[in-house]
């Protein structure tokens, strides 16, 4: 292992949780832990904290929620830490230039993806929606671009043909934890490289409006839409007029009218036919698909 260094640790969703479980492991000193404020959540809709403020508190480690870096004074006590360095993964919010260039060593990004493709907000949706062979994890010095920083380290993995958007999340969250501790480790070693001119694409984050299923849409596009989607937000379909979550689906011989139950929990698309394996209903947990037949009358169209 290289020197302990002092950082400050800036993320936000489970995704960050194994990244800052990594550089305190290592021997790293955090000095202060940066992530989104708690959110109302849940029934009671009360306020929730973020998993990385549920771990940060667990470790012990200050924890520090500003809305953003606007004030003088959000800024100075950032600037107090006296970081040699700054670790971001999902952390939410746009870090301005005064931000960037406090540590003296920079702040180093944790992406989910082969950058410069899939920059933005859903690396890992659009890769499994886009039929992607390989993805990976990238870490890149950040500057004041969108995903644009150069680049330290890359290193891929492949896309298996049944992962969901879910699974491919947890091998790199893993990935990326591993990644970071070494590019700390070499990081005075390490001479960035721009990122490659060709090849860039936008992840934009996934609307609402884009996660209904089109029946009349190839097979293969279908099954990629729902295991992209799967677990959040969710690809969906009616159901005797409710909405039904399909979170796990593979491709299979047969064919007719798009949306035509063939038996089973197989069902028809534009081009080819899926079959769904894993359900969820309006409140209620997910279920394998043949539990989600026991349950209910399958239509002979799936709207």
């Known amino acids: 292992m290289g020197t302990s260094m002092r950082l400050v640790f800036m993320g936000t969703p489970e995704f960050s949780v194994p990244a800052l479980d990594a550089v305190f492991e290592a021997g790293h000193e955090v000095a202060a832990v940066y992530t989104r404020a708690p959110r109302p959540a849940g029934r009671g809709m009360k306020a929730r904290p973020c998993p990385v403020q549920v771990r940060a508190e667990t470790l012990g480690l200050p924890v520090h929620t500003p809305g953003g870096f606007q004030s003088a004074e959000i800024c100075d006590s ?25 540590p003296r060593l920079g702040c180093l990004n944790i992406h ?19 039929g992607d062979s390989e993805t990976g994890i990238s870490i890149m010095a950040v500057d004041t671009g969108l995903d644009t920083g150069p680049l330290l380290l890359r290193e891929a993995i492949p896309i298996k043909p049944d992962d969901t958007a ?17 590019a700390l480790d070499g990081i005075d070693g390490f001479v960035p490289t721009p990122q490659p001119k060709d090849g860039a694409s936008y ?3 996934v609307d609402k409006a884009e996660t209904r299923i089109d029946w009349s849409r190839r097979a293969v596009e279908i099954d990629r839409h729902i295991r992209g989607l799967s677990p959040f937000p ?15 689906s593979r491709l299979i ?21 899926i079959e769904v394996t894993e359900v969820q209903r309006v409140g209620r947990k997910p279920v394998s698909a043949d539990d989600f037949l026991r349950g209910i009358r399958v239509p002979d169209k799936f709207e």
């Open 203 to 205: 992840a934009r984050k």
């Open 112 to 130: 989910a993806s082969l950058l410069p493709r899939w920059r933005g907000a859903a690396p890992i949706h659009r890769a499994v929606m886009s």
């Open 166 to 182: 879910g699974r491919l999340h947890d091998r790199l969250a893993q990935l990326g934890a591993r990644l970071i501790v070494e």
């Open 253 to 273: 011989d047969g064919g007719g009218e798009p949306g035509d139950h063939l038996g089973g929990c197989r069902i028809a698309c534009g081009t080819g036919a």
């Open 234 to 248: 969710g690809a969906w379909c009616e159901v005797h007029g409710e909405r039904t979550k399909l979170l796990n």
């Open 78 to 102: 950032f600037r107090a830490h006296d970081a040699d360095a700054a670790v971001v993964v999902a952390y939410g919010l746009i870090l301005p230039e005064t931000i960037l260039a406090t």
